[in-house]
Structures are given as structure tokens and as C-alpha cells.
């Protein structure tokens, strides 16, 4: 079983809907948790961390269930602008180790949002 | 400006044709690492850096190698290209902060082609 998984989508909405992605991980000493924003054929960039009591910035809430292992991302009336692909991300814990410091990508969420 | 640089941004080149992709951050970040993305797989960690002179394996390593001989540079060589290792190179370095990965700033990216 991959480490995170996402849905792959896409996801095609409409200008003003509410969409919801969900990302599952299967380590559960997993420690922090993000999700980034890709723009076609452009590097990954930080849209949010995600925090245990659930983080909300804008239009987007973020939260983390530890109990289910997943952790979610809200959009709310969505824009134009919001089309792209959503990647979830899980980091191990840290330790005094110096190995296995793998970070894990979800493969994305592709969101389109339709005029 | 904090920022990871990538160098070359786009390359051609031949199989076997050894070739250095070089990775920079100046942010005195501890972690780098290296991905690749390829469609439908998203993103596949190659070697990841905890600091100088500690690397680790990541998801797809063969035919990699990287080294970090100082904190800011971790260059990935391809001691012999395949034309399997077309793909879009990524680096990407953050820092660790009370016992938690903060976020992960990655560089713009590198296309390579291997003929």
C-alpha cells in the first residue's frame, strides 16, 4: 500500500462550488502534514500546513484526522485561479536517526474550475 | 530572496553522456532532496540530504547519484542517462524546527531529455 494516497480526479467545478479532497496516509507516527499547490509544468509551492485542531485560511480549511489517518483540504467558492493540482503531503517524525527521512508525496488532485 | 536555484533549467542530451544537475539553497536549510515527476506518477523522491555528508536513498535511486559536501549545494549526477530518466527534476530543501519538518521550498525545476 502507497504510504499517501490521494484521489487523482480531476475534479471539474463550477466558478463559486465547494470542493473537498481527502488525503489517507498509512504510518501513523507520521508527524507534519501539508498541502501544496502545482501549477502545470511549475514547481510545487506551500498552500498549507495542517495543523491537529485544523487551520482555515481564506476560502481554504485544512484539518487532520489522526484517528482515520487522513487529512482533508475545503475549498470554498471556488475561482478560475484555483485550477491546478493539489499535493498532499506527510513527513515522518524525527528522531536521532540520520535515515529515513523519506518525505511522502500524495501522486495530487487535479481541481478544474469551469467559468 | 530566499530561494533553491537549479541549473541547467532545460537539458538534451545523449545516453551515457554523464551530466550534473547542480541544486543551491540559501536558506541554511539542513534537508535537501531530489524528485522526479513523471505523469501519472507524481512525485518520486530520489536522494534526500539530512546535512553535510549524510544522503539516503529515496523511492528511485538507481542510476542517481548525489553528493553534499557543503550545507547549501547538492548536486544530482547521472553518471550514465538513460532515455528512462527523461523526466522533471525537482529539488527541494527545508528546515527542521523543535523536532517538526517546516515546509519544503523547492526549485523551479529541470527538464531533461535523454536521447
Known amino acids: 500500500r502507497k504510504e499517501v494516497e490521494q484521489d487523482p480526479g480531476p475534479f471539474n467545478v463550477p466558478e463559486g462550488a465547494t470542493v473537498a479532497f481527502n488525503c489517507t496516509y498509512s504510518n501513523s507516527a507520521s508527524q507534519s502534514f501539508f498541502w501544496y499547490r502545482q501549477d502545470c509544468r511549475k514547481e510545487p509551492k506551500l498552500l498549507m500546513s495542517?495543523?491537529?485542531s485544523g487551520n482555515e485560511d481564506g476560502r481554504f480549511t485544512a484539518q487532520l484526522n489522526r484517528a482515520s489517518q487522513y487529512i482533508s483540504l475545503l475549498i470554498r467558492d471556488s475561482k478560475l485561479s484555483d485550477s491546478a493540482t493539489y499535493l498532499c503531503v506527510v513527513t515522518p517524525k524525527i528522531t536521532n536517526s540520520n535515515s529515513g527521512y523519506a518525505l511522502n508525496f500524495g501522486k495530487g488532485t487535479s481541481l478544474l474550475v469551469t467559468p | 530572496e530566499a530561494q533553491v536555484t537549479q541549473n541547467p533549467r532545460y537539458l538534451i542530451t545523449v545516453t551515457g553522456k554523464k551530466l550534473t544537475v547542480t541544486c543551491s539553497q540559501n536558506?541554511?536549510?539542513?534537508?535537501m532532496s531530489w524528485y522526479r515527476q513523471d505523469p501519472g506518477l507524481g512525485l518520486r523522491q530520489i536522494y534526500y540530504?539530512?546535512?553535510?555528508?549524510?544522503?539516503d536513498k529515496g523511492d528511485v535511486p538507481e542510476g542517481y547519484k548525489v553528493s553534499r559536501k557543503e550545507k547549501r549545494n547538492f548536486p544530482l549526477i547521472l553518471e550514465s542517462p538513460s532515455p528512462n530518466q527523461t523526466s522533471l527534476y525537482f529539488c527541494?530543501?527545508?528546515?527542521?524546527?523543535?523536532?517538526?519538518?517546516?515546509?519544503?521550498?523547492f526549485g523551479p525545476g529541470t527538464r531533461l531529455l535523454v536521447l
Open positions: 536558506m541554511n536549510h539542513e534537508y
Open positions: 495542517v495543523y491537529s
Open positions: 527541494a530543501s527545508s528546515l527542521s524546527r523543535q523536532g517538526v519538518w517546516e515546509t519544503q521550498y
Open positions: 540530504s539530512m546535512n553535510v555528508e549524510v544522503t
